[in-house]
């Protein structure tokens, strides 16, 4: 027990004295910090200066601010800062006395004091030297505001015809910013340089500004002198040109717009009178584009005339070509009709091609006529005319090429129709002779019908051909419905010849069945019966091919795969 309280002691005393040499170092720092910036105090030091603008002529809030700084900051350094340093030397030395803890505290109250007093001197620093370079400048900031002012004065006197209205105005704005120049003057003269220093950089604020609307009002009223003259000028002759070439533009007209552009020039003079920049660029920019729309329609308008005059004869050539094409079309159509059934729709659109043409060409006349009047004519609405006219006879010229080819086809209808014609009598004949010869005791029912179906197609196909006028389109559809009959009845044929052959097979190789299977027998005499006498020789196909299955599977397939091996081709 004795033991543990000894080791417990041991461990607290050592704890002490660490903590006690931990907080001795940290005071010592402290102490050294202290110690700089207090030093720093006494450094930089502004007595000197404070002494130069004390003697000096001082006046007003000026007066005023520079006592008040002038006695905080003396306070500080005279007074504060002794006593600061006093107390630093006294904390330093209870340090090394080992007084750790208590002189810890005091030294953080001293840093936080002193960096308050760093802050504070730092700021009367800046101010008391802001008065310093002012109470320096004032006179030479004065000296430089008043040049300027009478520099302006000059040049506003020497270009008074140019400012023409915009003089008195500018004059007036500058008699007010100078007449301010005596009160500066005076507070520069008796010492109120903070309040000095205010007012001249306003009045260089002021100076500049004016500076430059003066030189901005200069600039526009020299170039007003001279502007908009020549275009004006330049677009007087062309009105008179375009009359004399007897072109017309839409309204407005030109000799109305000038007038207007005339009346907003003099609202230009206005605005710079009254010193409105923005105004006037505003209005200068609308004048501008107004002139630039005037000289884009004049060049519009005799562009349109060359264009016109260029392209006159060549829709006229085209009005007659299309007028004569239509006649050919016409005369073709009556020649046609007498053989072929030409389509209602082609021959009203003939008729209607023929008006259009008669409706165009009539207003190329009208506008012909109208070109050689003395009022003249807008050209650019001719131009129009003539290219719409140009695009519907365009329009007309395809339409009349696409009944022209139609027309071509009519001839190529009739003669695929015979071709076809002959190809089915030929084909309906074979399909015959093959029928005979292969000397079957019957056909069935279904199949002559649907062989006399598609020679009677056949015969309405030859009818249709013969008839006059030639429907050739009835005859293609003809065309395609027996020849779709004529491919089932192909398909029948063979199917018709292989159940035929297949049969007589199947019949033959039964025979080897008869005598041992009474159920091959009677198969045999029921299919012998179907094709013989009714005729169906699928079915006897079927019958045979189902009872042979039953003694010898495979056999009526093995057969039937011979034969259209045999028949592929």
Known sequence: MTIIIVLVLIIIILAVISGLFYYHKQNNDLVEQLTKRLDLFQQDNIEEMIDQIADTKLAGATLNDFKKDKNAYLQIIKKQLPQMQAQLLDYAEKNANLQVWSVHRELKSLNQKSLQQEKLLKKLKNSLSNLFDHIQKNQADFNKVEQKAKKLQTQLQSNM?????????????????????????????????????????????????????????????????????????????????????????????????????????KELKDLLAQLKVTDFDQLEQNINERLNYLYDRISQEWSAQKK?????????????????????????????????VINDDDQQLALSSQQKIEQISQHYQELVKAMKQPQGVIFSKIWHDFQQASQQLKEIEQEQKRIAESFDGLYQGESVGWDNLQQISQHLHQLKHKLDVMRLPGLPEKYRNNYQMVSDEAQSLQQLLQTRPVNVEEVTKQIFVVQEDLNNLEQQTQNLWADAQITGRLLQYANRYVENHPKIQQAANLSQDLYDQQFNYHQARLNISQALEQVEPGAAQRISDLYYAENKD
């Open 161 to 265: 015809v140019h400012y023409q209205e915009a003089y008195a105005p500018l004059q007036d704005q500058l008699a007010q910013i100078t007449q301010q120049l005596p009160q500066i003057n005076e507070l520069v003269v008796t010492g109120d340089a903070l309040k000095a220093h205010q007012l001249l950089e306003q009045q260089q604020v002021n100076l500049s500004k004016f500076q430059t609307i003066s030189e901005q009002v200069l600039e526009r009223g020299i170039n007003l002198e001279t502007d908009f003259k020549p275009e004006i000028k330049e677009l007087e002759k062309a009105a008179q040109k375009l009359q004399i070439a007897r072109i017309n533009l839409e309204d407005p007209q030109i000799n109305t717009e000038l007038d207007n552009i005339k009346a907003q020039i």
């Open 308 to 340: 016109v005059q260029k392209s006159q004869l060549v829709l006229a050539d085209f009005i007659q070509h299309a007028r004569r094409q239509n006649r050919l079309l016409s005369q073709n159509i009556s020649r046609l009709k007498k053989h072929y």
